[in-house]
């Protein structure tokens, strides 16, 4: 079994392969084309570009790629190509704006879209305000981000047109209510975990599996994938979620501690919230002041939270192996997934 599984590896790894030639194309394409016209036009792909060229983990390729595979896809079809190029311009048009709602300086290891010409601006002694034409830049670079990944999905049959609109429109309004709830002070655990789940369990996981599949003719796997998706998406948010409160800067490829500077209630301040009042304390400021952040941190670390974390984590993952293990799928297929859940969970490779 471990044969097949390093071909079924292998096999993904090619057509991930030609996912990166599709966006250094699209994305080469549409440069040459506005730059001809004039070279600022070019910014806004250039921004995209960039981002789309530094790396980045490119898990929602790897799953809709799984899926479409697992389902009996035909790897010549390319409609899967497209469709995980897509995903990653998607990804780009939410990164690009999330730095801009976070006020995040570095995104893998280099100046945010807003910042880098925010500086631009400032260099040159431009007319305006700085900061305003940085974060123009940057939200209309990330819209541009967003049409070329539905340029990408115009072979897309009804349903996987279905999945993509849906997915689309979770992973916005979970944007939206992480800053709502930041900004009212919410501390609400299935609140933050609904929130958790539209933006990492669907968007990143559950929803790519699913348009793969339902790409090769197999909307019916949409039901084997939820539990799995779902239960590794929140995983993976925690696992987030413990890099921004205890990581650094330099494993994280950007700033740590952004969430507690923005007041984000995310999924481990909410279940910390819930177990400890000392928790729940510090982060029930009505005056609006800042978090105390170092006592915060000393208080989730002597309360046990952190390892309560960890090991909610590792339950989660165990209930994602399970329902794949339970999903009919061909046995390769499940210990890949299960290989694939240990690797989002634990950040391994």
């Not at 389902?71 to 998607?90: Q, Y």
């Not at 996981?205 to 599949?213: D, E, F, K, S």
Request: glycine share 8%; aromatic share 6%.
């Amino acid at each position: 079994m471990t044969t097949v599984v390093t071909d079924i590896q292998q096999l993904r790894a090619g057509l991930l392969d030609q996912v990166e030639q599709r966006l250094e194309q699209f994305v080469e394409h549409q440069r040459a084309y506005w730059y001809g016209i004039n070279p600022r036009a070019a910014q806004p792909v250039d921004a995209i570009s960039s981002l789309v060229s530094s790396g980045g983990k490119r898990l929602r390729p790897v799953f809709a790629l799984s899926g479409f595979l697992a389902a009996g896809g035909n790897p010549s079809d390319s409609v899967a190509i497209d469709a995980s190029a897509a995903l990653e311009l998607l990804q780009a048009f939410a990164l690009i704006h999330d730095d801009v709602v976070d006020n995040s300086s570095l995104r893998r290891g280099s100046p945010t879209v807003h910042r880098l010409h925010e500086a631009e601006h400032q260099i040159n002694g431009w007319q305006g305000e700085s900061r305003r034409f940085g974060e123009g830049v940057a939200v209309l670079a990330g819209d541009l981000a967003l049409i070329y990944a539905d340029q990408l999905t115009t072979r897309f049959p009804a349903p996987a047109r279905a999945v993509w609109d849906e997915l689309r429109a979770e992973m916005v309004i979970g944007q939206h209510l992480d800053v709502a709830v930041a900004a009212e002070g919410v501390v609400d655990p299935s609140l933050s975990r609904w929130i958790a789940v539209c933006k990492s369990g669907r968007y990143t996981i559950h929803r790519p599996l699913v348009l793969g599949a339902t790409l090769a003719g197999r909307p019916d796997l949409a039901s084997a994938f939820e539990t799995y998706g779902l239960a590794l998406g929140e995983a993976f948010q925690l696992r987030d979620d413990l890099i921004d409160a205890f990581g650094t800067t330099e494993d994280a490829g950007k700033p740590t501690g952004l969430d507690f500077a923005e007041h984000k209630m995310t999924l481990l301040l909410a279940l910390a919230a819930e177990q400890d009042q000392r928790v729940r304390s510090l982060l029930d400021r009505k005056d609006g002041a800042p978090w105390d952040v170092d006592l915060l941190r000393k208080v989730l670390e002597e309360t046990g939270v952190r390892a309560t974390v960890e090991r909610t984590i590792a339950g989660l993952v165990d209930k994602a192996c399970e329902s794949i293990a339970r999903s009919g799928l061909d046995q390769s297929w499940c210990e890949e997934f299960s290989r694939l859940a240990t690797r989002v969970a634990y950040r391994s490779h």
